[in-house]
T-cell receptor
């Protein structure tokens, strides 16, 4: 298995632009998680899905952030409009049959908002 | 609210030493505790996962222990190698919220 796939790996954009991050979970995994990592706050859970349904989005910082999972093999995290404080590394992770199981992380997307 | 703390924040040791990384958590209501490795500019690699009913897990030179009652976990690395240099993160999965709460990590440098 190729593992969790994220794209793009790096994204540089200007303030006010829309940014879309993409994730393909490991095939057969039924939980998908989006995390954000910054030096100041470390790794934080933004939102997670179970069988394509959002379960907990309490970590999404603002209405500018939205996430979707249209099918079992694809999820997006969108920021509109982006701001410099959104600069971070965004990770996607997936787990099999329950969120209490081991989570497998993708390589991350490094976002820089100028 | 679950809080996870890792001490020390950074550690430098000579090659061949055995070492212990510490992780503490404030809420004992956890499903499991997971240790990850993160190399600079890379994603997280899962090293060991200890279920709340277990006391320890081993994988090669790594051994992780869990003491729920005291809110502590340790990662023991035997015979350290320069290739072990990385940041090690522990994360507790809360059984109240279902969320994985991460510590800030310990950055390990193993000198040849």
């Amino acid at each position: 298995d190729a593992g969790v796939i994220q794209s793009p790996r790096h994204e540089v954009t200007e303030m006010g632009q829309e940014v879309t991050l993409r994730c393909k979970p490991i095939s057969g995994h039924d939980y998908l998680f989006w995390y954000r990592q910054t030096m100041m706050r470390g790794l934080e859970l933004l939102i997670y899905f179970n069988n394509n349904v959002p379960i907990d989005d309490s970590g999404m910082p603002e209405d500018r952030f939205s996430a979707k999972m249209p099918n079992a093999s694809f999820s997006t995290l969108k920021i509109q409009p982006s701001e410099p404080r959104d600069s971070a590394v965004y990770f996607c992770a997936s787990s099999l049959v329950g969120y209490y199981n081991e989570q497998f992380f993708g390589p991350g997307t490094r976002l820089t908002v100028l | 609210k679950q809080e996870v703390t890792q001490i020390p924040a950074a550690l430098s040791v000579p090659e061949g030493e055995n070492l212990v990384l510490n992780c503490s958590f404030t809420d004992s209501a956890i499903y499991n505790l997971q240790w990850f490795r993160q190399d600079p500019g890379k994603g997280l690699t899962s090293l060991l996962l200890i279920q709340s009913s277990q006391r320890e897990q081993t994988s090669g030179r790594l051994n992780a222990s869990l003491d729920k009652s005291s809110g502590r976990s340790t990662l023991y690395i035997a015979a350290s190698q320069p290739g072990d240099s990385a940041t090690y993160l522990c994360a507790a999965l809360s059984s109240n919220t279902g969320k994985l709460i991460f510590g800030q990590g310990t950055t390990l440098q193993v000198k040849p």
